[in-house]
C-alpha cells in the first residue's frame, strides 16, 4: 500500500519557469511532509519541509502548499534554473518526523532546460 | 558539517552470502535509518534505530536485520543474499527531524 503518492513521475520545464509537483496521503496521522532532492551520485538533502498547522512554507524559490482537508501538498519552484535539474522526493512522516523513518513518494525526475 | 559515510560504494556478492553494509555518523545523533532506493519505487524504510541496541522494522525488513553496538555505528546485514537484494541502500541520522543521508552503497547480488 502505498501511502504517499507523487506525480508527476518526470518533469521538463523551461530556464525561468515554474517547476510543480504534487503529493497525495493517505495517513491521516502524518504530521510532517519534507521534500528531499537528490543530484546523481549522492543522498537526498532535505529541501524544505512543512507542518500541516500553516497552508504554506517559502524558502526562497521554492513553496510549500498544504491542504490539509484534500491529504495534498505540493512543491513550488519558481524562476526555475538548471541547476535545479535533480529527483525530487516528497515524504511524510508521523511523531513529527523525528525518530520515526520517513514514508516516501516515488520521485519526480526533473529537468530544466536552458 | 554533519558526515554520514558508508563502508563502500560499490559491492558485488553472491547469492547466498552474508552481506554486511556499516553507517557512520559524526554527529552524535540519537536516530539512524536504513532505506534502499529502487528505480520507480522511490525510497522505503527498511529499519531504523532510535537509539543503542534498539531497533524497530520499517515498511520492508524481510531478509535483513540490524546491529547498533554503538551510537555512532548502524550496520545493516543480509542473513542470506538474493538477486531480489539488488539495489541502492542509503544510510540516514538524525538528531530531531531533518535526516542526513549518506552518499549510498550500490549492492549487486549476482
Known amino acids: 500500500q502505498q501511502q504517499v503518492k507523487q506525480s508527476p513521475q518526470s518533469l521538463i520545464v523551461q530556464k525561468g519557469g515554474i517547476s510543480i509537483i504534487n503529493c497525495a496521503y493517505e495517513?491521516?496521522?502524518?504530521?510532517?511532509f519534507p521534500w528531499y532532492q537528490q543530484f546523481p551520485g549522492k543522498g537526498p538533502a532535505l529541501l524544505i519541509a512543512?507542518?500541516?498547522?500553516?497552508s504554506e512554507k517559502k524558502e526562497g524559490r521554492f513553496t510549500i502548499s498544504f491542504n490539509k482537508s484534500a491529504k495534498q501538498f505540493s512543491l513550488h519552484i519558481m524562476d526555475s534554473q538548471p541547476g535545479d535539474s535533480a529527483t525530487y522526493f516528497c515524504?511524510?512522516?508521523?511523531?513529527?518526523?523525528?525518530?520515526?523513518?520517513?514514508?516516501f513518494g516515488k520521485g519526480t525526475h526533473l529537468i530544466i532546460q536552458p | 558539517d554533519v558526515k554520514v559515510t558508508q563502508s563502500s560504494r560499490y559491492l558485488v556478492k553472491r547469492t547466498g552470502e552474508k552481506v554486511f553494509l556499516e553507517c557512520v555518523q559524526d554527529m552524535d545523533h540519537e536516530n539512524m535509518f536504513w532505506y534502499r532506493q529502487d528505480p520507480g519505487l522511490g525510497l522505503r524504510l527498511i529499519y531504523f534505530s532510535y537509539d543503542v541496541k534498539m531497533k524497530e522494522k520499517g515498511d520492508i525488513p524481510e531478509g535483513y536485520s540490524v546491529s547498533r553496538e554503538k551510537k555512532e555505528r548502524f550496520s545493516l546485514i543480509l542473513e542470506s543474499a538474493s538477486t531480489n537484494q539488488t539495489s541502492m541502500y542509503l544510510c540516514?541520522?538524525?538528531?530531531?527531524?531533518?535526516?542526513?543521508f549518506g552518499p549510498g552503497t550500490r549492492l549487486t547480488v549476482t
Open positions: 495517513n491521516t496521522a502524518f504530521d510532517y
Open positions: 540516514a541520522s538524525s538528531l530531531y527531524t531533518e535526516q542526513y
Open positions: 512543512i507542518r500541516p498547522d500553516v
Open positions: 515524504a511524510a512522516s508521523s511523531r513529527g518526523g523525528g525518530a520515526d523513518g520517513l514514508t
